[in-house]
């Protein structure tokens, strides 16, 4: 099946989730982050992180665009676009060189830069329900298919 889908009842919820998607990621992923504002997509990349074992502090890269996290062997770069507007400053920044087989990359607001980045291998949409969050994963790729199979929900 290509799609998942889950409630996460408190923040907790989204931090445990996000590492069992640790284990089910691979090198070579690119991820899109869906949803509002404050739905959940910076706490679930910690969770992944925290999941892969990184114990430092991991924060909105709003201003920066990308964060880059060293972990377990691999690169893991954490994309904010909400303020992205150039796409030469893709290009000038060396942004495409981070997607490659070895990296994982995780993007909040892939649509500001739509045309620049890989088609993903999975979304995540992260929604408001209740006092906490539904989330679905759709995979869209034979490789995003492999790992969600890897992924309980
Ligand atoms: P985004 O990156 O999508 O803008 P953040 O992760 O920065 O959102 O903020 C999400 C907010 O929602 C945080 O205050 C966090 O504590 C809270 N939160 C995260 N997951 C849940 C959940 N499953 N239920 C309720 N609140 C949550
Ligand atoms: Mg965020």
Redesign the pocket.
């Known amino acids: 099946d290509d799609t998942r889908s889950g409630y996460?009842?408190?923040?907790?919820?989204?931090?445990a989730l996000g590492a069992r998607i640790a284990n089910a990621m691979q090198p070579g992923m690119t991820v899109f982050?869906e949803?509002?504002?404050?739905?959940?997509?910076?706490?679930?990349?910690?969770g992944i992180l925290r999941g892969m074992g990184f114990a430092g502090r991991v924060k909105?890269p709003t201003y920066t665009l990308v964060e880059p996290y060293a972990v377990s062997n691999l690169n893991l770069y954490h994309f904010?676009l909400y303020r992205f507007q150039d796409p030469m400053e893709w290009v000038d920044a060396g942004f495409r060189d981070y997607f490659n087989p070895h990296s994982i990359c995780l993007i909040?607001w892939a649509d500001k830069a739509a045309g620049l980045l890989p088609t993903a291998d999975w979304t995540i949409r992260?929604t408001?329900f209740e006092?906490?969050?539904n989330?679905e994963i759709q995979a869209h790729t034979e490789h995003g298919k492999a790992c969600l199979a890897q992924l309980a929900l």
């Open positions: 996460l009842a408190d923040e907790n919820a989204t931090l982050l949803g509002d504002l404050g739905a959940g997509k910076t706490t679930l990349t910690r909105s904010d909040e992260l408001p006092d906490g969050r989330i």
